[in-house]
């Protein structure tokens, strides 16, 4: 079989701007938006920069109001703004610009305190009750950027300052909503506590519970191209798909964040959460529209129709790995046993895919980062032109979704090499965002951050999802946690060789990791 070289795609299509197929996005309300953990990584790094985006892109409603909230005795809004500058600077999508920067700047506020201490609600009603004065309305989105462990106190504190209130949310009324980062629990039942806990606050229309990946636009377009072209529907089934690969590959490693990532750990970090979001979404049933409910309906249903992993399963299926240089992190003990890559394989008791394997695979510190889903259509019944063909072994089609980097899809399949002789090549067929449609990918934070301002919670996670997530990949965890077994896998490498030979049991094999030139 000839192959086609691997190189960087570059797009062989061109786009053209249709229009939304969803209803008209509006923009958002006059907001305010209170970050607690306002001083920590995920706001330096992903929140101030995708506000900061979204300004300049004229996507917020003036007055918005950013109030951080944090720990220490750092008060002023300026102090804020400077130690957010070198941030923003640093991750914005686009370049820092003095004047815009000063507009963003004039747009924050902060309350420095503890979160035990009443009078951090004191000041930050007062605070809440001038950007009101300013415009805002009474609209609010509360970020929760802090460990679960203290959303308890937070929420506590808010409703005695008369900060939330818990009410289904209504159009043409002030919004105010709370956004929860994940991890959203550390399994089944503490995940389970939490939503007891946050629902007793506020009410299910009221929390968004985030997962980047669905913001971002690549995750978004799979509901798009399996819904917006006929072409692909028909073949999205157990009949023409022989199985299905997602996988989530970080060339870095846990990057300081030892104690945090020995609590965690790959499957409760990117499994439970992100690729089994991914795997939903692939896999629902068509929504009845595409309103938040019907999709996440469509969602949760495909998940309760995953099988669970039985403990044979969780031995035959399931691999860990850890790569070699990780007990040498900072804060992993000598004898971690925490997994920072899995491989794992899930079946899907439904009509459509009785029969089809998931293989989903994540893990830090391996030879390329690459996030993709790579649908592996069957073989061609017979081969009419074997003799012609001899030696070479047909492959069957492989549509892959790239979700980052190099956004964008492309379809493998074979054609004949030119010549007098039948010979067979693997072509492939490739279309990138950025050829395609000229224009920048946003951050999935600027998405989710302005959806949760609309009150569009489509791309946050419902609760009875987070519960189903969590019941499939519990017996993993549980038997994981109970016996120690990780396989270490080289630094760069394409993580540990027991990976490969479980795919290689089924007669099938991961797409290889290539290192970057
Ligand atoms: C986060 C994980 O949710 O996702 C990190 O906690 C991981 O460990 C990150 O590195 C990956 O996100 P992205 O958008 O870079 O693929």
Redesign the pocket.
Known sequence: MIEPKRKAPSSTVTGEILGTVSTKRRKPEPTAIVIFGALGDLSGRKLAPALYNLMVDQSLTDPTVIIGVSRGTMSSPQAFAEQLKPRVAEFSRQKLDPAAWEKFASMLDFVGGEFSDDATFVALKARLDAAKAKGTNGNRVFYLSVPPSVFPLILEKLEKHKLIDRAVQKPGTPGCRVIVE??FGRDLASARQLNEMIGKYQDESQIYRI???LG?ETVQNILVLRFGNSIFEPLWNRNHVEFVEIT?A?T?G??G?GSF?EQ?GVVR??IQ??LLQVMSLVTMEVPASFAADDIRDEKSQVLRSVRPLTLNDVANHCVRGQYRTYREEQGVPEESQTPTFAAMRFMIDSWRWQGVPFYLRAG?KLAE?L?EVSIHFKSVPLVLFKEEAAGSVLQPAVLTLR??PHEGISLRFVAKVPGENINVGNVIMEMTYADAFNRPIAE?YERLLLDCMRGDATLFNRRDSVDRAWELIQPVLQVWEATPGVHIYEDGSGGPPAADEMMGREGFSWRELLPAK
Request: zero cysteines; a positive charge.
């Open positions: 994940k991890p997962d980047h990946y971002k989530a970080e870095i846990i990057e964040r990532y965690t970090d990117i959460n992100h830090k980062r996030t979700i980052q999935a």
